[in-house]
């Protein structure tokens, strides 16, 4: 088989499944390892794909943030198996911070019937929320970002860092092992490392679709969260290194 042939069969097989490993490969492209190996050195110095411990996946680099319209039809079944999980976590009298995002929002309409005091920079959260007497909503205010519909700026920022919640639930559009949460822009790096700086619990909601992509700015790594919460289609190497993190591994 040609060298091209193979690479392209090695490119379709990443897109399918994600994250694989050599022997993976080897079995699915009928070839040595060696060859594969010659193969992936010769994709990863074209930066087309990424190789690291936990195996290979094409190179996803996020260059901006998505849009909410994008994200809303984006594995909705997912992002709703996610929310109902992590409703569970969540006890009547609690102060919960819910971070920007369409997770967030099917998060938010798993919780109406608890009494809580919930904190958040998602206009659309703030406003679905603020319909429901037994709880009480702080949107944390400055700038909002056209993309989201969120709040950005120090002056959300500052409110964060003055709250100590019980639980924060992050979002991200791209989280992985070697680099943990990322995100495009400083501004809402600083701004969900605040979101968790002083909870208790501090929970990633993300489906596996997100995972082994990456943005410029790290927010945070995985070992310091206190739960990760996915669905099953994460990969299966991806679901023993998050099992040896110090947190738990939650799939749905």
């Not at 429901?132 to 056209?146: L, N, P, S």
């Not at 739960?227 to 289609?233: E, H, R």
Request: charged share 20%.
């Amino acid at each position: 088989m040609k060298p091209q042939t193979r690479q392209d069969q090695i490119l379709e097989y990443l897109k399918a499944h994600n994250l694989v490993t050599v022997e993976q490969l080897v079995s699915a492209i009928d070839a040595s390892p060696a060859t594969i190996r010659r193969d992936l050195i010769k994709l990863d110095e074209q930066g087309i794909i990424n190789r690291s411990h936990g195996g290979v996946a094409l190179n996803r680099f996020i260059p901006a943030q998505p849009t909410t319209n994008e994200k809303q039809l984006r594995n909705p079944q997912e992002k709703r198996a996610i929310a109902q999980y992590a409703a569970t976590m969540v006890k009547a009298g609690d102060a919960v911070v819910l971070d920007a995002g369409t997770t967030m929002l099917e998060l938010a309409r798993h919780l109406t019937h608890l009494p809580l005091r919930v904190i958040t920079a998602d206009l659309h959260i703030a406003l679905f929320l603020s319909g429901f007497k037994q709880i009480e909503v702080t949107i944390i205010g400055g700038r909002i970002d056209d993309s989201s519909q969120s709040c950005v700026g120090d002056h959300g920022r500052r409110l964060l860092r003055g709250i100590y919640p019980d639980i924060a639930f992050v979002s991200c559009n791209s989280w992985s092992i070697e680099k943990g949460i990322t995100t495009p822009t400083e501004e809402k790096a600083g701004l969900k490392q605040d979101l968790m700086a002083n909870a208790r619990q501090r929970v990633l909601l993300a489906d596996s679709s997100k995972y082994e992509a990456y943005s410029l700015f790290c927010v945070t790594p995985l070992g310091s969260l206190t739960d990760i919460v996915t669905d099953k289609a994460l990969p299966a190497i991806a679901q023993r290194q998050l099992a040896d993190l110090p947190g738990g591994l939650h799939l749905v």
